[in-house]
C-alpha cells in the first residue's frame, strides 16, 4: 500500500510540474459532467461498472451571432475487473474557427486496503482545427486578409489520475496535449494556454430514497485566470434529479432523470446578469443516454429436494 502512494505522490507531482511554457486548445465548456463523469478525464471510464453512452448540444450566449456551440457523443464502460475503455466524439463551433476530435480512452484500475482505488487513464486522438476568415469583416488585419482558410489536423492526447474511497472521489487532469495552429506556409496563426484540472466529489445517501452528489472542479489555464464551479446534484431514488451549478462568471440550474428504461435526459440553463451572457437568451445544454444496467446474479436453479428460503441462502 505504501508503494502505491508513493507512486501515486510521484505522479501528481509529475504531473503538476509539466513545462509552464506548452501551449494547448482548450477545451469547449459544459455541463455534462454532473452526469458524464467520464467527460472529466479519462481515468473515469469504466468507474460506473456499466456501460453508457451519451450525447450533448450546448449552445451559448442564445440570439448572439457567432456565439459558441458544441456537440459531443461519448461513451464509456467496463471490459473486465480492473479495465475499462471509451471514445469520445467532439465539435465546437466559436465565430471563424471550429474545432473536431475524435479519441479513445483506456483507464487502469487499482484496488487497494479493501476500500481504495486509484485509477489512471490516457486517452488517444485526433484534433482537427479550422480558421474560416471568408466571410469575416476585418480585411485589414494581414492573417485574415493573407488566408481565407487555415487548417490543421494533429494527434491529440490526455492524461489523468483518480482516487476513489467510498463515495469521495479526487481527481486530476492534463486534457489535451500542446498544439498550435500554423497556416500552409507553416507560420504560426495562434494557440491557446495548456490547461490543467482539478476535481473532487463526495456522493452521500441521506436516506433509502434521498441522496446528493456534490462536485467541485477547478481548471488552470496558463498565462490566464482560473475558473472554479460547485455543482450539487440532488437525487430521488436514482431516478430524478435537479442541480444548482455555482460557477465563476455565472450560474446554472439543471433537471434530468430516468424517464424510461435505461434512458437518461437531462436539461441545463446557465444565465448571468453581466456581461454578453447578461445581454443574451442565456446558455441552453440537453443532454441525453442510455446506461446499462448492471448484471444481477442469477438465481439458483430451482431444487425440489430444498426448500425455497434455502435457495435464497445458498
Known amino acids: 500500500m505504501k508503494k502505491l502512494i508513493i507512486l501515486f505522490l510521484s505522479l501528481t507531482t509529475a504531473y503538476c510540474l509539466l513545462p509552464a511554457c506548452s501551449f494547448a486548445q482548450q477545451l469547449p465548456l459544459s455541463n455534462q459532467y454532473t452526469l458524464n463523469k467520464f467527460s472529466l478525464s479519462p481515468a473515469y471510464a469504466g468507474t460506473g461498472e456499466a ?43 466559436e ?20 476500500m481504495h482505488n486509484l485509477s489512471f487513464g490516457l486517452g488517444l486522438g485526433l484534433l482537427e482545427s479550422r480558421a474560416n476568415f471568408s466571410g469575416a469583416s476585418d480585411l485589414t488585419d494581414p492573417v485574415i486578409a493573407n488566408n481565407t482558410s487555415i487548417h490543421s489536423m494533429g494527434l491529440d492526447a490526455s492524461f489523468g489520475i483518480l482516487y476513489r474511497f ?17 497556416n500552409d506556409n507553416g507560420k504560426l496563426i495562434y494557440s491557446t494556454a495548456t490547461q490543467q484540472s ?32 460547485v455543482a450539487i446534484p440532488v437525487m430521488y431514488k436514482q431516478k430524478i434529479w435537479i442541480t444548482p451549478i455555482y460557477k465563476k462568471t455565472d450560474m446554472a ?62
Open 166 to 182: 467510498k463515495g469521495l472521489s479526487v481527481g486530476i487532469s492534463n486534457p489535451r496535449i500542446p498544439s498550435r495552429i500554423k
Open 95 to 114: 465565430g471563424v474557427f471550429q474545432n473536431l476530435s475524435a479519441s479513445v480512452s483506456y483507464a487502469y484500475h487499482l484496488k487497494f486496503g479493501g
Open 253 to 314: 440550474f439543471g433537471i434530468g432523470g430516468i424517464p424510461y428504461s435505461n434512458f437518461i435526459a437531462q436539461y441545463t440553463y446557465e444565465f448571468s446578469s453581466k456581461g454578453i451572457m447578461g445581454e443574451s437568451g442565456g446558455t441552453h445544454e440537453i443532454t441525453i443516454g442510455w446506461r446499462m444496467s448492471k448484471k444481477k446474479a442469477d438465481a439458483p436453479a430451482p431444487d425440489s429436494k430444498k426448500p425455497y428460503y434455502e435457495w435464497l441462502n445458498k
Open 51 to 93: 456501460f453508457e453512452i451519451l450525447g450533448s448540444f450546448r449552445n451559448e450566449w442564445m440570439n448572439v451571432a457567432g456565439a459558441p456551440d458544441t456537440k459531443i457523443i461519448s461513451a464509456n464502460g467496463i471490459v473486465c475487473k480492473n479495465m475499462g475503455v471509451g471514445g469520445i466524439l467532439s465539435s465546437h463551433s
Open 198 to 229: 482539478f476535481n473532487i466529489g463526495y456522493k452521500y445517501f441521506i436516506n433509502s430514497d434521498w441522496a446528493i452528489d456534490p462536485i467541485a472542479k477547478v481548471s488552470f489555464v496558463n498565462g490566464g485566470p482560473t475558473f472554479y464551479e
